[in-house]
């Protein structure tokens, strides 16, 4: 079974730039989340999306936003980006069900460096 | 701000071992209680779940759940090399209809040989 997909793995923008984010989640997931990681704190996160609808939403600005697609697949974007911005993203696959919605598979994440 | 807090170690323990990870939470109406190790440079990945106060056993893998005290912990016997890494301690929070996962920093954990 193919785990969660991530593209690209790597990304170098610079500040007012904007930036999409790719995630292909294990077969028979329906829930996406994303989070993004960074030593100073963790792993914070950003949105879940569950059926092609927001379902949860984390403490970021409206500068993060993210969709679904019908076949699951999900993609976050990041506009006018700031040095801040920089860190590892990573998005999580769930069933999505009562019970099941924590229990996550991780992609490998996509390293964005804002310079 | 709900939080979670974790040691950040290093916690160094010898091969075969007890580690002991512990985390504290502050929001008292959480249900749902995770471990998730990172290896350096990987991704997390779940190693345990917990929801009920008491003790669950997976292999060699403990977690407690103290609700009263607000307190988790993961207990490792007989531990090996490849138990090195950083133990993510996870905590749902809930506010009205937003639902999320809420991270401790980790502890890092070195087994030596």
């Known amino acids: 079974k193919a785990g969660v997909t991530q593209t690209p793995r790597y990304l170098i923008k610079t500040r007012g730039q904007q930036v999409t984010l790719s995630c292909s989640p294990i077969s028979g997931h329906r829930s996406v989340s994303w989070y993004q990681q960074t030593p100073g704190q963790g792993l914070q996160f950003l949105f879940e999306?569950?059926?092609?609808?927001?379902?949860n939403k984390g403490n970021f600005p409206g500068r993060f936003s993210g969709r679904q697609f019908s076949n699951s697949r999900s993609e976050m974007n990041v506009s006018t980006l700031e040095l801040g911005d920089s860190a590892l993203y990573l998005c999580a696959s769930s069933l999505g069900r009562t019970g099941e919605m924590e229990k996550l598979f991780f992609g490998s994440g996509t390293q964005l460096s804002v310079l | 701000q709900k939080e979670v807090e974790q040691n950040s170690g290093p916690l160094s323990v010898p091969e075969g071992a007890i580690a002991s990870l512990n985390c504290t939470y502050s929001d008292r109406v959480s249900q749902s209680f995770f471990w998730y190790r990172q290896y350096s440079g990987k991704s997390p990945e779940l190693i345990m779940s917990?929801?009920s106060n008491g003790d669950k056993e997976d292999g060699r893998f403990t977690a407690q759940l103290n609700k009263a005290s607000q307190y988790v912990s993961l207990l490792i016997r007989d531990s090996q090399p490849s138990d090195s890494a950083t133990y993510l301690c996870a905590v749902n929070y809930n506010a009205g209809n937003n639902r999320k996962l809420i991270w401790g920093l980790g502890t890092s954990l070195a087994v030596n040989p």
């Open positions: 917990i929801y």
């Open positions: 999306y569950f059926s092609e609808t927001q379902r």
